[in-house]
């Protein structure tokens, strides 16, 4: 606990002293729960100010633009970590001993395959499906599959289930698009790295051999770091939420997927490259900055701003740094990259956007790799599904590994009408 007190002093005489719950970092937490046991709740639309759960996993320093995973910044692992180590670290602590990566890592390709009969879901969908309703659907229904290691009371059931839905996450997504462009599904290549067998798996074809190209190989792998976890997003907290009512790990992770789709959150990046796309060049970034501002416009600067970062997003540097070398290494000139930095530029040095702390977070830049990369726009928001799964299956484990389980259930303070007799109509 935190040497700092807290008393709610009420105007009608109540008084409560609240206890004070101090994090190894971050901010203090004042425990409010003794007020709905007096007939009080506390009003926080949007979450703001509630921490909802204490986590060991991921800390946000929105002020300084900090973001650790179990303690290491995102820059030293996206420079020096392979995706599946950082996985490794996100869902047991500590980073692996070679001996307990290469024992991790044989476990995740064993698991690659999908059930033969999943691909049979595919075909109910018409071919323009947006990837990310076919990701919805295949990914509960795997519960459909796996049904019997699904004691989420059993620690083993627990991480067997952890490390299926790590492994066919990627053959789930390539399965996405393969299906939406008519060509076969392609088998995973348990030979090739995480970020490797998922390139294979989307441009590969029965027809002829396909080596990984480094570059994306590197860029890939370092695009699923960077959205491997982030506290308590919104996506998180579904999965969190549903999680609580002992829902099966993979019906948690489809409500994931549902609310990680929404263009607020996850389904920025592809409304940022669509929005790059429709200003065109940079003569006509101040018409959209005026649209940003206004009001009476619902139209926003897709991947700027963050609920959390009030300073530059940590991962969209490494993004933005990203994103040069690919094009320079593939020698893409991709004007969309000059829009985007001047875009940044004007939005950097406008009063509004430095009032509102307002800068480019995760997705401003990530899109303009992914293209570069051949992955189709529809596909951007199924490729952050795919990484953040491992974010959300760690929360989903502490949960169980050390909060336990009280169902999430909040509150609201009612403004319908007060009690009423209804007549019959004659
Ligand atoms: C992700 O939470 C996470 O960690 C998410 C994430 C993760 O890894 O899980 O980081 C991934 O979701 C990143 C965010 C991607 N979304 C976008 O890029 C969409 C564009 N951004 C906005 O929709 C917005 O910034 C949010 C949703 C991200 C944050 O919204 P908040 O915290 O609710 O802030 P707000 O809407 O109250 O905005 C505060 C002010 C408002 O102006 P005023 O009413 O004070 O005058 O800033 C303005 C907003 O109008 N504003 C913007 C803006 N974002 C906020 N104005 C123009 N363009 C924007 N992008």
């Known amino acids: 606990m935190s040497d700092l007190t807290a008393k709610l002093s009420l105007s009608d005489g109540r008084e409560f002293d609240l206890e004070i719950h101090k994090g190894t970092l971050g901010y203090d937490a004042v425990d409010v729960q003794v007020l709905s046991k007096n007939h009080l709740f506390t009003y926080d639309p949007g979450l703001m100010s509630t921490a909802m759960c204490k986590s060991e996993i991921t800390y946000i320093d929105g002020d300084q633009g900090v973001l650790l995973h179990r303690g290491y910044p995102i820059h030293d692992l996206a420079q020096n970590a392979d995706y599946l180590e950082v996985a490794y670290l996100l869902l047991y602590g500590e980073r692996p001993t070679k001996e307990q990566r290469d024992a991790f890592n044989k476990q995740v390709r064993n698991h690659t395959l999908v059930h033969e009969q999943i691909s049979r879901f595919f075909h109910g969908f018409r071919r323009d499906s947006h990837p990310m309703a076919v990701m919805c659907g295949v990914s509960g229904a795997l519960a459909a599959f796996y049904h019997e290691a699904l004691d989420i009371h059993n620690e083993e059931d627990r991480d067997l289930t952890a490390i299926r839905l790590l492994a066919k996450m990627p053959t789930l997504a390539a399965m996405c698009y393969k299906y939406s462009i008519g060509h076969p599904f392609m088998f995973p290549q348990n030979r090739l790295s995480y970020a490797g067998n998922f390139l294979y798996m989307m441009f590969a074809t029965p027809c002829e051999p396909y080596e990984v190209n480094p570059v994306l190989e590197k860029a890939v792998n370092r695009i699923f770091i960077l959205h491997a976890d982030h506290e308590q997003n919104a996506s998180t907290s579904t999965v969190r939420t549903a999680a609580s009512s002992g829902a099966n790990p ?24 669509k929005m790059l796309e ?48 690919v094009l ?25 956007f430095i009032e509102r702390n307002l800068y480019p977070n995760v997705d401003f830049y990530s899109g303009i790799i992914l293209k570069a990369i051949g992955i189709p726009v529809s596909m951007f928001t199924v490729i952050f599904a795919l990484a953040r799964t491992v974010g959300w ?34």
């Not at 607020?264 to 940022?272: P, Q, R, T, V």
């Not at 004007?335 to 530029?345: H, S, Y």
């Not at 909040?410 to 403004?415: E, I």
Request: with cysteine; net charge negative; aromatic share 10%.
């Open 250 to 273: 993979f019906a948690c992770i489809a409500a994931g997927i549902a609310s990680l789709w929404g263009p607020a959150h996850g389904g920025a990046n592809e409304a940022c490259i």
């Open 328 to 352: 320079q290494e593939l020698g893409i000139n991709n004007p969309l990259l000059e829009v985007a930095m001047e875009l940044e530029r004007i939005a950097l040095t406008d009063q509004y």
């Open 393 to 426: 299956i760690s929360h989903w484990k502490e949960m169980y590994n050390t909060m336990g389980l009280k169902i999430v259930r909040p509150r609201q303070v009612y403004t319908g009408h007060t009690e009423r007799a209804f007549e019959k109509l004659d």
């Open 278 to 325: 429709e200003i065109g060049s940079v003569d006509r970034i101040p018409e959209f900055i005026e649209r940003a501002k206004d009001k009476n416009d619902p139209f926003r600067l897709m991947g700027f701003g963050h609920r959390v970062y009030k300073n530059y997003d940590p991962r969209a540097k490494v993004m933005r740094e990203t994103c040069h070398e």
